[in-house]
């Protein structure tokens, strides 16, 4: 008999499951019910994916199909936005969101930002202020100082950050 292991964290919910497959996707559907009554998931937008796993293998596969790929493009180091929001800072924090999961950089540097906003098409002389600006909002943590410092999104601005790339998703045809 084969079992699958799903485990899996979306905000601050965590689902763990190990078992047949039928048992996890019915397990999973009333998780991601309970989750969706949150306002900040929306389970529509969102999918998961389940694939059946060996009892030798203990890593559950699974993708989130919130895919940045049609709003972001990956250079190196620098992930910059091939669709444009409103504002400046909406720019910067979906290349904070880009950087987290394109990178699995959580802690990204003024000049990696500055950087995908130029490659974006904004002209932006100095991005400290605009980040700090953020950073004043809760959106964002600044750690260090002057050169030194690097920036990170908090949970509302994960959540702003992915709302702000779903609108951008949503207009492209």
Known sequence: MDITKLKIKIGPHEFEAEGPIELIKAQFEAFRELIASNSFYDADK??????????????????????????????????????????IEDAALVILLGQRTLRSN???????????????????????????????????????????????????????AQAVARALIALLP
């Open 106 to 160: 959580d802690s990204v540097t003024g000049s990696e930002v500055i950087d995908g906003l130029r490659q974006s098409g904004l002209a932006v002389s100095r991005v400290d202020w605009r980040l700090e600006k953020l950073a004043s909002q809760g959106l964002i943590i600044k750690i260090g100082s002057n050169r030194a410092s690097r920036y990170r999104l908090t949970n509302q601005g994960m959540n702003k």
């Open 46 to 87: 969102n999918r998961l994916e389940l694939t059946q796993n060996n009892t030798d293998d203990s890593n559950s596969a699974y993708e989130q199909a919130f895919n940045l790929d049609k709003i972001t493009r990956l250079d190196e180091r620098i992930v910059s936005l091939t669709a444009r929001p409103e504002t």
